[in-house]
């Protein structure tokens, strides 16, 4: 096995200003955090050499994502996860090494149902003391209670899901608080988490399918497909909207979420960012789709950027979910007339 095959894979993941930097060192925007929303020149992210002179290794300076080109194309590019893993492995069995580096059946040790109380090593937020911070951070955000025994915690995520993946855990990442929400496809079973910091900025999430063939979203297991299903760009947000799911990953996934629910009407609540690029963009890839909805915002929420700003701002769950109903858009003439707008507002 040798790194040949990880460069060759950086030219298919069509990161964001991307610079050869040195023999081995490629600079880019990071493409799990975005990267500064405010300064389109900020590039934090970095693929180095592995330190077993094998792989390419990632790292981002802003949102401290790690990890090898496996994950980083789990992350950004799912759809070659497959092809890289048969490169991966017939590279392997050329080098004569019939170890299978990535081998997900050991994780069906961890994950065998989907009582979650077998995950070791994440604590229940409900089990943490009063005034723990992740407790208070939480409650400043309104999460409503009854969710709250979906969330739970751990010192070290880095370590924690270093451990559920089966790799070493970086030695240089001594701690790594996170609340961390694990994650269950449509029957239920849990495939992955995502850990998000407490302190810090909004994009500071790390996600983790562990599971091959899942979909990187939370909330599948809650969806009823009889009414409409709202796609919200955060996990805090989806809590707040009636049988809605949330998009882990960067992109919008119009085609799969389709296939998905090939029966149901598919409304996207955006952030109210119309300064962000990258909301902007989204946005404009979904007012082109013919049969999907989307909510507009208008002058009522400006200055809010998402629907947990909203609820902070003092709104109920009633008025958010009345709100969402009644700004929703379908047809192309429509939905592009009322983005004019909000662009321009
Ligand atoms: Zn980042």
């Keep these: 096995m040798s790194i040949n095959l990880d460069i060759c894979y950086i030219k298919e993941l069509n990161l964001d200003r991307l ?10 925007r990071c493409p799990i955090c975005g990267d500064s929303s405010k300064s389109e ?8 050499e592995h330190k ?9 300076h802003n949102c401290s994502a790690s990890g090898d080109m496996y994950w980083l194309i789990s992350q ?11 490169d991966r492995q017939a590279e392997i069995l050329r080098g004569k090494k019939l170890k299978i580096e990535f081998n997900f059946k050991s994780n069906k040790e961890v ?5 979650i109380k077998i995950v070791e090593g994440i604590i229940p937020v409900l089990e943490l003391e009063k005034d723990h911070q992740a407790l208070i951070y939480l409650r400043s955000r309104q999460i409503p209670e009854k969710f709250l025994t979906r969330i739970y915690f751990t010192e070290n995520y880095h370590k924690w899901i270093c451990k559920q993946r089966r790799k ?17 496809n449509q029957k239920s079973k849990l495939i992955g988490f995502q850990g998000r910091v407490i302190e810090g900025d909004n994009f500071r999430y790390l996600t983790d399918i562990l599971v091959t063939g899942e979909h990187k979203i939370y909330g599948l297991d809650g969806v009823q497909t009889s009414s409409t299903i709202y796609v919200l760009e955060g996990i805090f947000d989806s809590l707040f909207v ?10 919008i996934q119009l085609d799969m979420l389709k296939e998905l629910y090939p029966n149901s009407k598919i409304v996207y609540v955006l952030d109210n960012q119309k300064r962000n690029e990258f909301v902007v963009q989204k946005m404009s890839k979904v007012i082109k789709d013919r049969s999907t909805g989307v909510v507009i915002w208008d002058k009522e929420v400006s200055g809010l950027k998402d629907v947990n700003d909203i609820i902070l701002s003092g709104r109920s769950e009633e008025w958010v979910n009345q709100y969402i109903i009644n700004r929703t858009f379908f047809g192309l003439m429509k939905k592009q007339l009322e983005f004019v707008n909000w662009k321009r507002s």
């Design 111 to 115: 994950i065998k149902s989907d009582n």
């Design 41 to 48: 020149s900020k590039k934090r992210g970095y693929l180095m």
């Design 76 to 86: 950004i590019a799912s759809h070659l996860l497959n092809k890289y893993k048969v």
């Design 19 to 28: 610079v050869k930097k040195g023999t081995l060192l490629w600079n880019f």
């Design 242 to 251: 009636r049988n809605s799911i949330a998009m882990l990953g960067m992109d």
């Design 52 to 60: 077993n002179k094998k792989q390419l290794f990632f790292h981002c």
């Design 168 to 184: 070493g855990a970086l030695s240089w990442i001594k701690t790594d608080p996170r609340l961390v929400f694990p994650i269950k």
